[in-house]
């Protein structure tokens, strides 16, 4: 298919899904975060600070053609708006690793070892921050989840390749099944949770932090994976029994496939309630209100206190 806009095709292809979904939800902000990350991909990456702003241009002219005659008013406001702010855009962002705190610095120490190749003395950092008293959902909030982020950052920065960032993600997913056999069982409720990142996106980690929260606070939990359709998540969770569904979105298209689960919910006599997390949430706390979502938990542990006080409400009434 032609390129709607001039740009590499891996952006071209993240802009003109905002673009769509961004229009969908109503939500014009989500479409305005993407051309910041496009922006400093192009910057960073590409070395062609220029092209976004005459895409933009390009996309205006278009969004005639591209939108139904009823939206195609607010696409054009939507990228005035997005024009507007690629001349504002900050291309430095600090690290979200702050090192003045233990946390901090462990999580620089563990970091560094990875991007150093050594994965045994990255994964000692983090285990004798559990042997010296650190319960092991805080490592995942406040050690791993912000290197996670920062390795995102150095990726969309150009200096690391995303083979550093796999590894890094790799690497993190076999701590944390290290940090699940390490917690202290408790007694299970009798309460279930599943947790499954919808959409395309390749961005599991999330739902997997969220599922391992539900299960060392009590809960049966499991999580499904990511790029699973619909359908198929919706199909699956008709044979079982779920108290929550947690589901994570990191791209706004995302978002769409977390409303349409939701929406396959409204004609059951019995729905699990929904919460949802992600960075696109993070960016837009509202959102989930947009989407008739039951909730929005920035840390998997917030989620889980979260679904607790639902599940209380909905036992009271």
């Not at 298919?1 to 993240?14: F, G, S, T, Y």
């Not at 589901?247 to 349409?260: E, F, G, Q």
């Not at 960016?283 to 989407?291: D, E, S």
Request: proline share 4%; with cysteine; aromatic share 6%.
């Amino acid at each position: 298919m032609k390129q709607a806009v001039d740009l590499p095709r891996d952006i071209h292809d993240e802009v003109m899904s905002a673009f769509a979904s961004s229009i969908e939800l109503q939500t014009p902000e989500l479409f305005v975060e993407t051309i910041r990350w496009a922006q400093s991909l192009l910057v960073f990456r590409y070395r062609a600070p220029g092209q976004l702003s005459r895409a933009l241009e390009s996309l205006t002219f278009q969004a005639g053609d591209l939108t139904s005659a009823a939206d195609a008013a607010t696409a054009r406001e939507m990228l005035l708006r997005a024009r507007e702010e690629l001349s504002a855009v900050r291309l430095f962002e600090a690290s979200l690793i702050d090192e003045r705190t233990e946390e901090g610095a462990i999580g620089r120490r563990y970091l560094d070892a990875l991007l150093s190749g050594d994965e045994t003395r990255a994964g000692r950092e983090v285990l004798l921050a559990v042997a010296y008293g650190r319960k092991s959902l805080d490592v995942y909030e406040k050690i791993l989840t912000p290197v996670l982020h920062e390795a995102g950052r150095l990726w969309q920065r150009n200096e690391i390749t995303i083979s550093h960032e796999h590894l890094i993600t790799t690497a993190t997913e076999r701590i944390m099944a290290q940090l699940c056999d390490l917690t202290p069982a408790r007694p299970h409720r009798e309460l279930s949770a599943v947790t499954v990142a919808l959409g395309e996106g390749r961005h599991e980690l999330g739902a997997r932090m969220a599922a391992d929260a539900f299960s060392m606070c009590g809960w049966h939990s499991s999580f499904l994976g990511g790029g699973i359709p619909v359908n198929d998540v919706a199909r699956y969770l008709e044979g079982v029994s779920v108290d929550v569904i947690g589901c994570s979105a990191s791209r706004p298209r995302d978002v769409l496939a977390i409303r349409d689960l939701i929406e396959e919910f409204e004609t059951k006599p019995i729905a699990p309630l929904v919460l949802v997390g992600g960075s696109v949430f993070d960016h837009h706390p509202q959102l989930w209100r947009r989407i008739a979502a039951d909730g929005y938990a920035p840390t998997p542990l917030m989620g889980v206190a979260l679904a607790n006080e639902l599940i209380s409400d909905c036992c009271e009434s």
